[in-house]
């Protein structure tokens, strides 16, 4: 993990300004690095951002502690799916891997996004409350968050997980379409018990007119209609029909 | 990169912005992309983004690295991430993309009614979306919106709040411009979908009007 050596720092707080999450602290004209706000995105050390060279990288020691790196810092690559970035695949390649079939909706729940940062207890919380609401979260060979769950059907994290604080982590899955207002419901319930935001897409397979069925529930929750989005336009091959 | 899924600012700011994504599929097409990816990067470069990595490199275009460094660098299963600063483009982009039939997956990510309506006119149609429903929770607790409108280029939040506000400081007291400024906030963007032409025109907006505090 990122640690500044006291010797060096001149305090004058370059460091402060290139934190993602405020995990730089300044006390007796020193700089330093709470081990429990940080996220391990590694930007003050990638950036070198300290113009005495005072920020240093310590090992990382467990599990948890690997797990919290590799997911905050993008330029890791996540071992079981492959992936950079949050390491998921999410609905980029869906024209080929068919993930989101027809009749069906994914969602892609950004946990800590924008720049809060998520406890992953917060994480817990809305993975399980999808999960009661129908959500069939994905298994770890899809999305990374699955590794720190005994059984991943329930959302249930492990206890030891519950105080790292990452970046962001994404909770992603789908459901059957007619389940989908009932997740949109868990979400917008168990938004008001979390100390942190998350943003959420739908992923929904489009028809050959071009219709998304999915989008006439959300005026009903009064979720408004969206306006940015990823379109996949088809181009993968071989092209999944499901 | 998700998190291109939820840019924030004004439709008119937004209609400059289109992120690409390049993605091989593990288990489908992953085995012998390397040539095809290369292919559509140098597609990439003939229409001229305005920031680009791929992911076996990660420099994006304002660290110094010149093409043939990066089309160098392009291994199997390489993902590219770009982004573009016009609707022209994008058209342009598509066209080649679907002209290529290079069977590598290709995500837009912007105004979903503009990229659905450049799509059908190079003829092409939709297979899945994914669309914002915008962010939830304690959203008392983010930084204010202005600000975000810069954060939230980075698909992975590498760009801190207290940056930009460092960065708009520094050009409203003459210290560097506009374009210098946008360049040391695309520099933490590992993922090469700061857009620093648009972050010059936010910067430009906001700078005469913006009062920050000094710690």
């Known amino acids: 993990m990122p640690a500044i050596d006291k010797e060096i720092c001149t305090g004058c707080r370059t460091c402060q300004t290139y934190c993602t999450v405020d995990a730089i602290l300044f006390e007796d004209k020193k ?6 706000l940080c996220t391990e995105c590694y930007v003050c050390l990638r950036m070198k951002v300290c113009p005495e060279d005072a920020i240093y990288a310590e090992e990382l020691v467990g599990f ?23 390491g998921t695949e999410e609905v980029k390649t869906n024209d080929v891997s068919g993930r989101v079939k027809k009749g069906e909706v994914g969602f892609s729940i950004d946990m800590g996004r924008p720049g809060m940062g998520v406890y992953l207890r917060d994480a817990e919380k809305v993975a399980m409350a999808c999960a009661e609401a129908g959500f069939k979260l994905a298994p770890q060979e899809e999305s990374p968050l699955a590794a720190l769950m005994p059984d991943y059907r329930t959302g249930k994290l492990v206890n030891e997980c519950h105080d790292y604080r990452l970046l962001s982590v994404i909770i992603e899955g789908r459901c059957e379409q007619d389940k989908a207002k009932d997740v949109l419901k868990a979400l917008l319930k168990v938004e008001k018990e979390i100390d942190t935001v998350f943003s959420v897409g739908l992923i929904s397979r489009v028809d050959e007119n071009g219709h998304c069925e999915a989008l006439e529930y959300l005026d009903e929750l009064g979720i408004p209609r969206p306006y940015r989005g990823k379109v996949n336009p088809g181009l993968g091959k071989p092209l999944s029909t499901d | 990169m998700t998190h291109s899924l939820h840019r924030e600012g004004t439709i008119a700011s937004l209609e400059k912005d289109y992120a690409v994504f390049i ?4 288990g489908y097409n992953y085995k012998g992309s390397a040539p095809k990816v290369r292919h559509l990067v140098e597609i990439v470069y003939q229409v001229g983004p305005a920031n680009m990595i791929a992911t076996t490199l ?10 043939e ?18 609707r022209e483009k994008i ?3 598509l066209s080649k993309f679907k002209e290529a039939d290079e069977g590598i997956s290709i995500v837009v990510s912007g105004l979903i009614d503009r990229v659905r309506e450049i799509a059908a006119e190079v003829g092409l149609n939709p297979h899945t979306i994914n669309l914002s429903l915008g962010i939830h929770g304690a959203t008392k607790l983010l930084p204010p919106p202005e600000i975000r409108e810069f954060t939230t280029m980075c698909g992975h939040a590498m760009i801190s709040p207290k ?18 400024g946008s360049w040391v906030l695309a520099k933490p963007c590992a993922c ?5 032409h648009r972050s010059q025109e936010l910067l430009e907006n906001l700078s005469p009007l913006y009062t920050v505090s000094r710690w």
């Open chain 2, 163 to 180: 940056l930009v506000e460092d960065i708009v400081r520094k050009v409203k007291t003459g210290k560097i411009d506009t374009w210098e």
């Open chain 2, 69 to 86: 460094e990066v089309l160098d660098s392009i291994q199997e299963g390489c993902r590219v991430f770009t982004v573009f600063n016009s």
């Open chain 1, 31 to 36: 700089c330093h690095i709470d081990p429990d």
């Open chain 2, 58 to 67: 990660r420099k994006n275009m304002y660290s110094g690295v010149k093409p």
């Open chain 2, 91 to 93: 058209k342009t982009l």
């Open chain 1, 64 to 86: 948890y502690k690997q797990f919290q790196h590799v997911i905050s810092d993008p330029v890791e690559n996540h071992g079981v799916t492959g992936v950079t970035g949050r």
């Open chain 2, 23 to 26: 993605y091989p599929a593990r």
């Open chain 2, 192 to 196: 090469g979908i700061y857009n620093p």
